[in-house]
């Protein structure tokens, strides 16, 4: 593979695009982190060179138990490869195993205003939800989260459209940057799929889906069994109007007629034609089976290789030295354009 230079820094990638992304190991994975983000890692894998990382410093936001969230990573970075993520060919790993992410958060930080923060819609969510513990990191999370996709040079962030305005800060930061020093960084795009972006909760469905909502049956989570499933479909929030239509005004019935439809590959149309005249109760159970049938086999290939310890530990260590040396990159650029002493060897 031939060394590729991109904004000064060498990148052995082939001359492929580059993507990045993150999850936060705040909870187990939902249906809607799968089919908002994780389903579509997956087809990226040959077009591009892609950096999956599990963003443990993003999650200490908000207040963790440790040993539950080491435990919560280890299933997420492993729920990553059952989903189909090849560790040979993506990067995945742990963003604190690569001390650059908040190096580079800390030098962004300070070209970044308040004013720019406090209008982040996440942060005023998570504020009111956390309100005993609104702290520093909270508020400056979106810097982190910049620095992460920065410091990667990277081109393309497929995210569900919950991170767009992230997504959005991210690229003035870095243009604010660029224009002062030149060009250092990549001005990465976000790449947001037209179906799935924004699966709903299942008892407020005009609220997404989220890992750590309080309510269980809000949410099915990715290592949910088969009757777990099929019991929260059947408890479903929905109206009183028995009819199966994709419409604004009937958010539980277009969020169920949503997620049947990426479930089997299915056209919005054909759904709506499918269970035309079909109750509410037999319509949940069939997307309850989907969904059933769609996790199976990542939640079989999860059990499998949470026993593999010795594999799993391989991928975490090789992969956390790749990361590191292309994150090391950008980061000795940036230290070097604002002024801080060269390193003496
Ligand atoms: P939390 O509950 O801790 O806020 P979360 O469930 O919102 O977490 P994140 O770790 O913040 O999940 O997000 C991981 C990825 O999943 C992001 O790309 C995000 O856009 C996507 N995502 C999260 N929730 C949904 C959803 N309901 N529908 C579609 N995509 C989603
Ligand atoms: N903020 C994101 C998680 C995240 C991320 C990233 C996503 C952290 N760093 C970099 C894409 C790229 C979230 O809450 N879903």
């Not at 870095?174 to 709903?200: C, H, L, W």
């Amino acid at each position: 593979m031939l060394p590729v230079k991109k904004n000064g820094c060498e990148f052995m990638l082939d001359g492929k695009k580059i993507i990045f992304s993150g999850m936060q190991a705040t909870g187990t994975l939902t249906l809607g982190n799968y089919l908002g983000a994780l389903k579509n890692w997956v087809q990226l894998e040959n077009e591009y060179e892609c950096f999956y990382c599990v963003v443990d410093l993003h999650s200490i936001t908000v207040r963790q138990d440790p040993a539950e969230l080491r435990k919560r990573a280890r299933a997420l970075l492993t729920l990553y490869i059952a989903a189909g993520l090849n560790p040979e060919k993506n990067c995945i790993y742990y963003q604190s195993h690569v001390s650059a992410h908040a190096e580079l958060s800390w030098i962004l930080g300070c070209f970044t205003y308040m004013g720019e923060l406090s209008r982040m819609t996440q942060f005023k969510d998570k504020a009111a939800k956390h309100s005993g513990n609104i702290n520093a990191g909270l508020f400056t999370y979106p810097v982190l989260m910049a620095a992460d996709i920065l410091l990667f040079q990277s081109d393309l962030v497929p995210v569900g459209d919950d991170q767009k305005q992230h997504l959005e800060l991210t690229r003035d930061i870095a243009g604010r940057f660029n224009s002062i020093y030149g060009d250092v960084f990549t001005i990465p795009e976000p790449y947001i799929a037209k179906q799935g972006a924004r699966i709903m909760s299942l008892q407020e469905p005009t609220k997404k889906m989220s890992k750590t909502d309080e309510n269980p049956n809000a949410s099915i989570y990715l290592l949910d069994d088969p009757d777990t499933i099929m019991r929260k479909f059947k408890r479903a929030v929905t109206d009183s109007d028995n009819r199966i239509i994709y419409s604004d005004e009937k958010p539980g019935i277009k969020n169920l007629i949503e997620i049947y439809a990426l479930s089997t590959g299915k056209g919005i149309e054909e759904v709506e034609k499918e269970f035309d005249g079909v109750g509410y109760g037999e319509f949940k159970m069939a997307v309850g089976e989907a969904v059933i049938s769609l996790l199976k086999p990542l939640q079989e290939r999860f059990r499998e290789l949470e026993k593999d310890k010795a594999y799993i530990d391989g991928i975490i260590k090789a992969n956390a030295e790749k990361a590191n040396y292309y994150a090391n990159k950008t980061l000795r650029k940036v230290q070097k354009k604002v002024g801080f002493p060269e390193r003496i060897r």
